[in-house]
């Protein structure tokens, strides 16, 4: 068990310009959640997966914001025409989704992204 | 919607002190309720979970309750070091068994020598 992991841990681009980051959840947790951080908040919801099924997305992921879960593995995460507002913490967590877990979310190390 | 509330934002203590974090939410249909820590600049450690059916969990030396009805948590440290420093942040899960968590905005807690 490594942990989740995401790719990169750090990214800073220009203003609208595309970014896309990786998660990789723990092996065999079939669940896996976005979140968004900015600075002195706590984290805020984005979108979920049960294996490849995107199930539910926060009315805070405009039309810019797109993720996939191919296989039901790893996640990516992708922003277009990026804004100086989307600079924050992205962060990944997984459960194992089985009752016995309570849907216990383990996070990754997040990706800081700035954006000039 | 769910809203969650820390209270306070910041605490100072001098080690060895045992200290309580508050955490108030607004609706009592929840499946869950984690505890996290933060370092800065990390990502979140998650401390400890607890089940809507549970009163209370424990690990070494947190301690965490829950009282649904009421909408409350606390967090207990005993004797607190210097390492135990970092953001403390309460997240409740639910209506749904695969619902997304809901933060409050978290707990600095400083632990000084």
């Known amino acids: 068990d490594t942990g989740v992991s995401q790719d990169p841990r750090h990214k800073i681009t220009k203003r609208g310009q595309n970014v896309t980051f990786r998660c990789d959840p723990i092996?065999?947790?079939?669940?896996l959640y976005w979140y968004r951080q900015t600075l002195g908040q706590g984290p805020e919801f984005l979108t979920y997966?049960?294996?490849?099924?995107?199930?539910?997305k926060s009315r805070l992921l405009s039309d810019r914001f797109s993720a996939e879960r191919p296989k039901g593995s790893f996640s990516t995460l992708e922003i277009q025409r990026t804004e100086q507002g989307d600079s924050a913490m992205y962060l990944c967590?997984?459960?194992?989704?089985?009752?016995?877990?309570?849907?216990?979310?383990?996070f990754g190390p997040g990706t800081r992204l700035t954006v000039l | 919607k769910q809203e969650v509330t820390q209270i306070p934002a910041a605490l100072s203590v001098p080690e060895g002190e045992n200290l309580v974090l508050n955490c108030s939410f607004t609706?009592?249909?929840?499946?869950?309720l984690q505890w996290f820590r933060q370092d800065p600049g990390k990502g979140l450690t998650s401390l400890l979970l607890?089940?809507?059916?549970?009163r209370e969990q424990t690990s070494g030396r947190l301690n965490a309750s829950l009282d649904k009805s009421s909408g409350r948590s606390t967090l207990y440290i005993a004797a607190s070091q210097p390492g135990d420093s970092a953001t403390y942040l309460c997240?409740?899960?639910?209506?749904?068994?695969?619902?997304?968590?809901?933060f409050g905005t978290g707990t600095r807690l400083q632990v000084t020598l």
């Open positions: 997966f049960q294996n490849e099924a995107q199930l539910e």
């Open positions: 092996s065999e947790h079939n669940r």
């Open positions: 609706d009592s249909a929840i499946y869950n």
């Open positions: 967590a997984s459960s194992p989704g089985s009752l016995r877990s309570y849907n216990e979310q383990f």
């Open positions: 997240a409740v899960g639910g209506p749904g068994t695969a619902s997304k968590l809901t």
């Open positions: 607890i089940q809507s059916s549970q």
